[in-house]
Protein backbone atom coordinates (compact mmCIF):
# COMPACT_ATOMS: atom_id res chain seq x y z
CA UNK A 1 0.00 0.00 0.00
CA UNK A 2 2.75 2.53 1.01
CA UNK A 3 3.84 2.42 -2.55
CA UNK A 4 1.10 3.71 -4.61
CA UNK A 5 0.73 6.84 -4.97
CA UNK A 6 -3.13 7.28 -5.04
CA UNK A 7 -3.43 6.53 -1.14
CA UNK A 8 -5.55 7.76 1.26
CA UNK A 9 -7.13 7.42 4.47
CA UNK A 10 -10.54 8.05 3.54
CA UNK A 11 -11.91 7.95 -0.26
CA UNK A 12 -15.44 8.88 -0.67
CA UNK A 13 -17.12 8.27 -3.96
CA UNK A 14 -19.66 10.90 -5.62
CA UNK A 15 -19.00 14.62 -5.18
CA UNK A 16 -22.82 15.61 -4.47
CA UNK A 17 -23.92 17.43 -1.66
CA UNK A 18 -23.25 13.99 1.40
CA UNK A 19 -19.88 13.19 -0.40
CA UNK A 20 -18.48 16.43 0.13
CA UNK A 21 -20.11 17.62 3.34
CA UNK A 22 -18.80 14.68 5.08
CA UNK A 23 -15.44 15.00 4.11
CA UNK A 24 -15.54 18.68 4.79
CA UNK A 25 -17.08 17.29 8.35
CA UNK A 26 -14.23 14.42 8.29
CA UNK A 27 -11.46 17.35 7.84
CA UNK A 28 -13.06 19.64 10.84
CA UNK A 29 -12.33 17.13 12.73
CA UNK A 30 -9.38 15.41 11.74
CA UNK A 31 -7.20 18.26 9.34
CA UNK A 32 -4.58 14.95 8.77
CA UNK A 33 -6.64 13.20 7.10
CA UNK A 34 -5.88 11.91 3.47
CA UNK A 35 -9.16 12.64 1.65
CA UNK A 36 -10.13 11.78 -2.13
CA UNK A 37 -13.32 12.27 -3.90
CA UNK A 38 -14.17 10.73 -6.96
CA UNK A 39 -16.99 11.99 -8.82
CA UNK A 40 -18.66 10.70 -11.66
CA UNK A 41 -19.31 14.38 -14.03
CA UNK A 42 -16.91 16.95 -15.04
CA UNK A 43 -15.69 19.89 -12.95
CA UNK A 44 -17.61 22.36 -14.38
CA UNK A 45 -18.82 21.32 -17.93
CA UNK A 46 -18.79 24.58 -20.09
CA UNK A 47 -20.43 23.04 -22.80
CA UNK A 48 -23.55 21.55 -20.25
CA UNK A 49 -26.97 23.17 -21.75
CA UNK A 50 -28.41 22.13 -18.13
CA UNK A 51 -29.43 25.36 -16.64
CA UNK A 52 -30.88 24.07 -13.56
CA UNK A 53 -30.98 21.28 -11.67
CA UNK A 54 -34.39 19.97 -9.60
CA UNK A 55 -34.22 19.31 -5.81
CA UNK A 56 -33.73 22.69 -4.49
CA UNK A 57 -35.74 24.11 -1.57
CA UNK A 58 -33.48 24.01 1.71
CA UNK A 59 -35.63 24.71 4.91
CA UNK A 60 -34.74 27.34 7.90
CA UNK A 61 -32.92 24.62 10.17
CA UNK A 62 -30.43 23.84 7.50
CA UNK A 63 -28.51 26.85 9.08
CA UNK A 64 -27.18 25.29 12.26
CA UNK A 65 -25.61 22.13 9.57
CA UNK A 66 -23.97 24.83 7.46
CA UNK A 67 -22.93 26.47 10.20
CA UNK A 68 -21.22 23.27 12.10
CA UNK A 69 -19.29 22.31 8.93
CA UNK A 70 -17.93 25.79 8.82
CA UNK A 71 -19.13 27.04 5.52
CA UNK A 72 -22.31 29.81 6.62
CA UNK A 73 -20.66 32.87 6.34
CA UNK A 74 -19.07 31.19 2.35
CA UNK A 75 -23.36 29.67 1.58
CA UNK A 76 -24.61 33.56 2.71
CA UNK A 77 -22.44 34.73 -0.36
CA UNK A 78 -24.00 33.00 -2.56
CA UNK A 79 -26.83 34.97 -2.25
CA UNK A 80 -29.11 32.37 -2.68
CA UNK A 81 -33.17 33.62 -3.32
CA UNK A 82 -34.75 33.72 0.53
CA UNK A 83 -37.45 31.64 1.28
CA UNK A 84 -40.42 32.55 3.66
CA UNK A 85 -42.36 29.92 3.24
CA UNK A 86 -44.64 27.21 1.21
CA UNK A 87 -47.84 27.06 -0.33
CA UNK A 88 -49.72 23.95 -0.55
CA UNK A 89 -53.50 22.80 -1.95
CA UNK A 90 -53.17 19.56 -0.29
CA UNK A 91 -56.86 18.05 0.98
CA UNK A 92 -58.68 21.58 -0.51
CA UNK A 93 -58.72 22.96 -4.07
CA UNK A 94 -57.81 26.15 -1.58
CA UNK A 95 -53.75 27.35 -0.91
CA UNK A 96 -53.30 27.31 2.46
CA UNK A 97 -49.78 29.26 3.27
CA UNK A 98 -47.18 27.39 6.01
CA UNK A 99 -44.54 30.58 7.06
CA UNK A 100 -41.11 30.02 8.16
CA UNK A 101 -42.05 33.16 10.20
CA UNK A 102 -43.21 30.23 13.01
CA UNK A 103 -39.58 28.95 12.79
CA UNK A 104 -36.64 29.50 15.31
CA UNK A 105 -34.27 29.26 12.64
CA UNK A 106 -35.74 32.26 10.28
CA UNK A 107 -35.85 32.03 6.86
CA UNK A 108 -34.80 28.97 3.71
CA UNK A 109 -33.91 29.21 0.45
CA UNK A 110 -34.23 28.49 -3.18
CA UNK A 111 -31.03 27.19 -3.85
CA UNK A 112 -29.75 27.11 -7.35
CA UNK A 113 -28.73 23.01 -7.15
CA UNK A 114 -25.45 23.31 -9.55
CA UNK A 115 -24.40 26.60 -8.23
CA UNK A 116 -24.89 25.14 -4.61
CA UNK A 117 -23.22 21.55 -5.49
CA UNK A 118 -20.40 23.90 -7.47
CA UNK A 119 -20.23 26.11 -3.86
CA UNK A 120 -19.78 22.83 -1.78
CA UNK A 121 -16.91 21.45 -3.64
CA UNK A 122 -15.16 24.49 -3.77
CA UNK A 123 -15.52 24.67 0.27
CA UNK A 124 -13.94 20.71 -0.48
CA UNK A 125 -11.42 22.25 -2.21
CA UNK A 126 -10.44 24.84 0.15
CA UNK A 127 -9.92 22.22 2.55
CA UNK A 128 -7.26 20.07 1.03
CA UNK A 129 -10.00 17.74 -0.22
CA UNK A 130 -8.61 15.86 -3.58
CA UNK A 131 -11.07 15.52 -6.35
CA UNK A 132 -10.73 12.49 -9.38
CA UNK A 133 -13.38 14.56 -11.72
CA UNK A 134 -15.09 12.05 -14.60
CA UNK A 135 -14.10 9.24 -12.46
CA UNK A 136 -16.72 5.99 -11.44
CA UNK A 137 -15.10 2.86 -9.73
CA UNK A 138 -15.23 -0.73 -11.19
CA UNK A 139 -14.10 -2.52 -8.99
CA UNK A 140 -13.30 -3.02 -5.38
CA UNK A 141 -11.76 -5.55 -2.93
CA UNK A 142 -11.50 -5.67 0.86
CA UNK A 143 -7.27 -6.40 1.83
CA UNK A 144 -7.24 -6.97 5.20
CA UNK A 145 -6.52 -3.48 6.05
CA UNK A 146 -7.48 -1.31 3.22
CA UNK A 147 -9.49 -1.00 0.06
CA UNK A 148 -8.02 -1.64 -3.53
CA UNK A 149 -10.11 0.53 -5.28
CA UNK A 150 -10.10 0.07 -9.15
CA UNK A 151 -11.46 3.62 -11.01
CA UNK A 152 -11.64 4.74 -13.98
CA UNK A 153 -10.37 7.72 -14.37
CA UNK A 154 -10.92 10.05 -18.01
CA UNK A 155 -8.59 7.59 -20.35
CA UNK A 156 -6.92 5.33 -17.66
CA UNK A 157 -7.62 3.09 -15.11
CA UNK A 158 -6.07 3.85 -11.77
CA UNK A 159 -5.99 1.97 -8.64
CA UNK A 160 -6.43 3.52 -5.52
CA UNK A 161 -6.17 2.44 -2.02
CA UNK A 162 -7.80 3.56 0.82
CA UNK A 163 -7.97 2.70 4.59
CA UNK A 164 -12.00 3.72 4.64
CA UNK A 165 -14.76 4.32 1.75
CA UNK A 166 -17.81 6.40 1.82
CA UNK A 167 -20.53 5.45 -0.61
CA UNK A 168 -22.12 9.38 -1.69
CA UNK A 169 -23.65 7.92 -5.21
CA UNK A 170 -27.03 9.36 -4.83
CA UNK A 171 -29.85 6.53 -5.41
CA UNK A 172 -27.67 4.43 -7.63
CA UNK A 173 -25.65 3.54 -4.11
CA UNK A 174 -22.77 2.35 -6.70
CA UNK A 175 -20.19 1.45 -4.08
CA UNK A 176 -22.56 -0.40 -1.35
CA UNK A 177 -24.25 -2.37 -4.31
CA UNK A 178 -20.66 -3.83 -5.05
CA UNK A 179 -20.73 -4.70 -1.44
CA UNK A 180 -23.82 -6.50 -1.89
CA UNK A 181 -25.96 -4.34 0.17
CA UNK A 182 -29.25 -4.24 -1.71
CA UNK A 183 -31.01 -1.51 -2.61
CA UNK A 184 -35.06 -1.45 -0.92
CA UNK A 185 -37.85 0.40 -3.21
CA UNK A 186 -40.54 1.48 -1.29
CA UNK A 187 -42.57 2.70 -4.56
CA UNK A 188 -42.11 4.27 -7.95
CA UNK A 189 -41.86 7.41 -7.74
CA UNK A 190 -41.07 9.96 -10.47
CA UNK A 191 -40.96 13.49 -11.00
CA UNK A 192 -41.85 14.91 -15.05
CA UNK A 193 -40.59 18.32 -15.27
CA UNK A 194 -40.04 21.29 -16.97
CA UNK A 195 -38.32 24.99 -16.54
CA UNK A 196 -40.25 28.49 -17.54
CA UNK A 197 -38.86 32.04 -17.87
CA UNK A 198 -41.20 34.39 -16.57
CA UNK A 199 -42.06 37.29 -19.21
CA UNK A 200 -42.62 39.59 -16.49
CA UNK A 201 -40.95 40.12 -12.89
CA UNK A 202 -44.34 41.78 -11.30
CA UNK A 203 -46.29 39.51 -12.38
CA UNK A 204 -47.37 37.40 -9.63
CA UNK A 205 -50.98 37.13 -9.02
CA UNK A 206 -51.09 34.01 -7.31
CA UNK A 207 -50.14 35.30 -3.43
CA UNK A 208 -47.60 32.52 -3.78
CA UNK A 209 -45.06 35.05 -3.84
CA UNK A 210 -41.18 33.07 -5.05
CA UNK A 211 -42.25 30.27 -2.24
CA UNK A 212 -42.62 26.76 -3.24
CA UNK A 213 -46.30 25.56 -4.12
CA UNK A 214 -47.61 22.25 -3.92
CA UNK A 215 -51.21 20.87 -5.00
CA UNK A 216 -52.49 17.87 -5.62
CA UNK A 217 -54.93 16.32 -8.56
CA UNK A 218 -56.17 12.72 -9.21
CA UNK A 219 -52.50 11.01 -10.29
CA UNK A 220 -50.46 12.63 -7.94
CA UNK A 221 -49.08 16.13 -6.76
CA UNK A 222 -47.65 19.18 -8.74
CA UNK A 223 -44.82 21.00 -7.16
CA UNK A 224 -43.49 24.79 -8.10
CA UNK A 225 -40.36 26.69 -7.40
CA UNK A 226 -38.47 29.79 -8.34
CA UNK A 227 -35.21 29.62 -9.57
CA UNK A 228 -32.96 32.72 -10.30
CA UNK A 229 -33.49 35.18 -13.54
CA UNK A 230 -37.05 34.85 -13.01
CA UNK A 231 -36.90 30.76 -13.97
CA UNK A 232 -40.06 28.74 -12.38
CA UNK A 233 -39.79 24.46 -12.24
CA UNK A 234 -42.68 22.89 -12.64
CA UNK A 235 -42.68 19.09 -11.19
CA UNK A 236 -45.29 16.48 -11.54
CA UNK A 237 -45.01 13.99 -8.96
CA UNK A 238 -46.40 10.49 -9.41
CA UNK A 239 -45.72 6.56 -10.16
CA UNK A 240 -43.34 5.69 -13.12
CA UNK A 241 -46.46 3.13 -14.40
CA UNK A 242 -48.91 6.66 -13.84
CA UNK A 243 -46.58 8.41 -15.55
CA UNK A 244 -46.11 6.25 -18.84
CA UNK A 245 -49.40 6.17 -19.12
CA UNK A 246 -50.42 9.52 -19.14
CA UNK A 247 -47.79 9.73 -21.25
CA UNK A 248 -45.81 12.55 -19.69
CA UNK A 249 -42.93 12.61 -21.40
CA UNK A 250 -44.55 14.56 -24.35
CA UNK A 251 -44.95 18.04 -24.03
CA UNK A 252 -48.52 18.03 -25.17
CA UNK A 253 -49.80 15.66 -22.63
CA UNK A 254 -47.75 17.38 -19.78
CA UNK A 255 -49.30 20.76 -20.51
CA UNK A 256 -52.96 19.61 -21.15
CA UNK A 257 -52.46 18.19 -17.23
CA UNK A 258 -50.87 21.01 -15.76
CA UNK A 259 -53.66 23.55 -17.99
CA UNK A 260 -55.94 21.46 -15.31
CA UNK A 261 -54.24 22.84 -12.21
CA UNK A 262 -55.52 25.87 -10.38
CA UNK A 263 -52.95 26.90 -8.79
CA UNK A 264 -49.39 25.58 -10.72
CA UNK A 265 -51.35 26.65 -14.05
CA UNK A 266 -51.77 30.19 -13.25
CA UNK A 267 -48.09 30.48 -11.80
CA UNK A 268 -47.09 30.02 -15.43
CA UNK A 269 -49.62 31.97 -17.25
CA UNK A 270 -47.17 34.98 -18.33
CA UNK A 271 -43.92 32.41 -18.67
CA UNK A 272 -42.32 30.50 -22.03
CA UNK A 273 -41.42 27.13 -21.68
CA UNK A 274 -37.41 26.62 -21.58
CA UNK A 275 -37.20 23.34 -21.60
CA UNK A 276 -38.97 19.66 -22.68
CA UNK A 277 -40.37 17.45 -19.75
CA UNK A 278 -37.55 15.37 -18.33
CA UNK A 279 -38.15 12.42 -16.06
CA UNK A 280 -36.01 11.91 -12.72
CA UNK A 281 -36.29 8.98 -9.82
CA UNK A 282 -37.84 10.27 -6.90
CA UNK A 283 -38.71 7.11 -5.30
CA UNK A 284 -38.51 6.45 -1.59
CA UNK A 285 -34.95 4.09 -0.93
CA UNK A 286 -32.99 2.67 1.63
CA UNK A 287 -30.21 0.60 1.41
CA UNK A 288 -30.22 -3.50 3.20
CA UNK A 289 -27.46 -2.37 5.69
CA UNK A 290 -25.29 1.12 5.61
CA UNK A 291 -22.17 -0.40 7.36
CA UNK A 292 -19.74 -3.00 6.50
CA UNK A 293 -15.97 -3.67 6.45
CA UNK A 294 -15.03 -0.15 6.86
CA UNK A 295 -17.19 1.51 4.84
CA UNK A 296 -20.66 3.09 4.91
CA UNK A 297 -23.26 4.56 2.86
CA UNK A 298 -24.34 8.27 3.64
CA UNK A 299 -27.25 10.79 1.15
CA UNK A 300 -29.34 9.07 -0.74
CA UNK A 301 -26.74 6.11 -0.62
CA UNK A 302 -28.13 5.73 2.94
CA UNK A 303 -31.46 6.47 2.06
CA UNK A 304 -33.83 8.41 -0.07
CA UNK A 305 -37.04 10.42 1.00
CA UNK A 306 -39.93 11.37 -0.87
CA UNK A 307 -39.31 15.02 -2.63
CA UNK A 308 -42.59 16.15 -0.24
CA UNK A 309 -40.58 16.15 2.81
CA UNK A 310 -38.07 19.03 1.34
CA UNK A 311 -35.51 17.39 3.55
CA UNK A 312 -33.19 15.64 1.33
CA UNK A 313 -29.98 17.93 0.99
CA UNK A 314 -31.03 18.85 4.70
CA UNK A 315 -31.13 14.93 5.67
CA UNK A 316 -27.47 14.81 3.54
CA UNK A 317 -26.12 17.92 5.42
CA UNK A 318 -26.99 16.41 9.49
CA UNK A 319 -25.99 12.81 8.38
CA UNK A 320 -22.70 13.38 7.18
CA UNK A 321 -21.65 14.78 10.76
CA UNK A 322 -22.19 11.19 11.95
CA UNK A 323 -20.94 9.55 9.29
CA UNK A 324 -17.66 11.51 10.24
CA UNK A 325 -17.82 10.18 13.43
CA UNK A 326 -18.17 6.70 12.82
CA UNK A 327 -15.12 6.90 10.22
CA UNK A 328 -13.20 8.76 12.34
CA UNK A 329 -14.05 5.56 14.75
CA UNK A 330 -13.19 2.90 12.30
CA UNK A 331 -9.89 4.09 11.69
CA UNK A 332 -9.01 4.14 15.35
CA UNK A 333 -10.27 0.32 15.20
CA UNK A 334 -13.63 1.19 17.67
CA UNK A 335 -16.19 -0.58 15.04
CA UNK A 336 -19.21 0.72 17.48
CA UNK A 337 -19.47 4.33 15.83
CA UNK A 338 -20.69 2.70 12.80
CA UNK A 339 -23.07 0.45 14.34
CA UNK A 340 -24.29 3.87 15.89
CA UNK A 341 -24.47 5.42 12.36
CA UNK A 342 -26.80 2.34 11.27
CA UNK A 343 -29.22 2.85 14.21
CA UNK A 344 -29.31 6.97 13.81
CA UNK A 345 -30.23 6.21 9.61
CA UNK A 346 -32.64 3.08 10.98
CA UNK A 347 -34.49 5.06 13.07
CA UNK A 348 -34.26 8.54 11.16
CA UNK A 349 -35.95 6.75 8.03
CA UNK A 350 -38.77 4.67 10.06
CA UNK A 351 -39.58 8.30 11.77
CA UNK A 352 -40.18 9.91 7.88
CA UNK A 353 -41.68 6.71 6.76
CA UNK A 354 -44.42 7.79 9.65
CA UNK A 355 -44.72 11.50 8.94
CA UNK A 356 -44.64 10.32 4.88
CA UNK A 357 -47.75 8.35 5.65
CA UNK A 358 -49.63 11.13 8.31
CA UNK A 359 -49.35 13.82 5.38
CA UNK A 360 -50.51 11.64 2.55
CA UNK A 361 -53.43 11.13 4.41
CA UNK A 362 -54.32 14.82 4.63
CA UNK A 363 -55.21 14.26 1.04
CA UNK A 364 -58.56 12.14 0.81
CA UNK A 365 -60.85 13.57 -1.90
CA UNK A 366 -59.18 11.06 -4.72
CA UNK A 367 -60.33 7.65 -3.41
CA UNK A 368 -60.77 5.91 -6.80
CA UNK A 369 -57.06 7.06 -7.17
CA UNK A 370 -54.40 4.18 -7.99
CA UNK A 371 -51.50 6.75 -6.90
CA UNK A 372 -53.50 7.88 -3.46
CA UNK A 373 -54.81 4.42 -2.63
CA UNK A 374 -51.11 2.70 -2.83
CA UNK A 375 -49.96 6.15 0.07
CA UNK A 376 -52.68 5.57 2.35
CA UNK A 377 -52.28 1.88 2.26
CA UNK A 378 -51.14 0.68 6.15
CA UNK A 379 -47.26 1.08 5.60
CA UNK A 380 -45.00 -1.03 7.72
CA UNK A 381 -42.21 1.11 9.01
CA UNK A 382 -39.36 -1.86 9.34
C1 LIG B 1 -37.87 15.68 -7.87
C2 LIG B 1 -37.02 15.91 -6.66
C3 LIG B 1 -37.17 17.07 -5.90
C4 LIG B 1 -36.40 17.26 -4.75
N1 LIG B 1 -36.56 18.40 -4.04
C5 LIG B 1 -35.81 18.60 -2.93
C6 LIG B 1 -35.92 19.79 -2.18
O1 LIG B 1 -36.70 20.68 -2.53
N2 LIG B 1 -35.14 19.93 -1.07
C7 LIG B 1 -34.26 18.97 -0.66
O2 LIG B 1 -33.59 19.13 0.36
N3 LIG B 1 -34.12 17.83 -1.37
C8 LIG B 1 -34.86 17.63 -2.49
N4 LIG B 1 -34.68 16.50 -3.22
C9 LIG B 1 -33.70 15.48 -2.74
C10 LIG B 1 -32.25 15.92 -3.00
O3 LIG B 1 -32.08 16.31 -4.34
C11 LIG B 1 -31.33 14.74 -2.66
O4 LIG B 1 -31.70 14.21 -1.40
C12 LIG B 1 -29.87 15.16 -2.62
O5 LIG B 1 -29.45 15.58 -3.88
C13 LIG B 1 -29.01 13.97 -2.15
O6 LIG B 1 -27.66 14.33 -2.20
P1 LIG B 1 -26.56 13.19 -2.41
O7 LIG B 1 -25.25 13.89 -2.37
O8 LIG B 1 -26.82 12.07 -1.49
O9 LIG B 1 -26.83 12.61 -3.85
P2 LIG B 1 -26.67 13.33 -5.27
O10 LIG B 1 -27.00 14.76 -5.19
O11 LIG B 1 -27.44 12.46 -6.22
O12 LIG B 1 -25.10 13.21 -5.59
C14 LIG B 1 -24.50 11.97 -5.93
C15 LIG B 1 -23.21 12.26 -6.68
O13 LIG B 1 -22.54 11.03 -6.96
C16 LIG B 1 -22.09 11.02 -8.29
N5 LIG B 1 -22.02 9.62 -8.72
C17 LIG B 1 -23.08 8.78 -8.94
N6 LIG B 1 -22.61 7.55 -9.28
C18 LIG B 1 -21.26 7.62 -9.24
C19 LIG B 1 -20.22 6.67 -9.48
N7 LIG B 1 -20.49 5.41 -9.82
N8 LIG B 1 -18.93 7.07 -9.35
C20 LIG B 1 -18.64 8.36 -9.01
N9 LIG B 1 -19.59 9.31 -8.78
C21 LIG B 1 -20.89 8.93 -8.89
C22 LIG B 1 -23.11 11.86 -9.05
O14 LIG B 1 -22.54 12.39 -10.24
C23 LIG B 1 -23.43 12.95 -8.03
O15 LIG B 1 -22.57 14.06 -8.14
C24 LIG B 1 -35.45 16.28 -4.36
C25 LIG B 1 -35.28 15.12 -5.13
C26 LIG B 1 -36.05 14.93 -6.26
C27 LIG B 1 -35.85 13.67 -7.07
Known sequence: MKNNPYTYDVVVIGGGVAGCATAIALKNEAPELRIAIIERKPSFNPNNTCVYRIGETLPPNASQQLQKLGIWSSFLECNFITAYGTSAAWGSSELYHNEYIYSPYGYGWHLDRIAFDQFMIKEAQK????????????????????????????????????????????????????????????????????????????????????????????????????????????????????????????????????????????????????????????????????????????????????????????KSLTMSQFAAYATLDDLKGDRSGLQKYQQIITQDYKGYLKKRQEYYAQEDRYTTSLFWKRRHANQNYN
Open 127 to 314: RGILFYFESSITSSEKKTKYWSLQVNYKQDILSINSSFAIDATGKKAAFSSLQKSTKIKKDQMVGVYRFYVSKDQHNDTTGIGNGTCVETDQNGWWYSATLPNKTIVVGYMTDADIANQLQLRKKEAFDNLLSRTKHTNNRIKNTTHISQPQVTAAHTQYLSTVTGDSWLAVGDAASSYDPISSLGIF
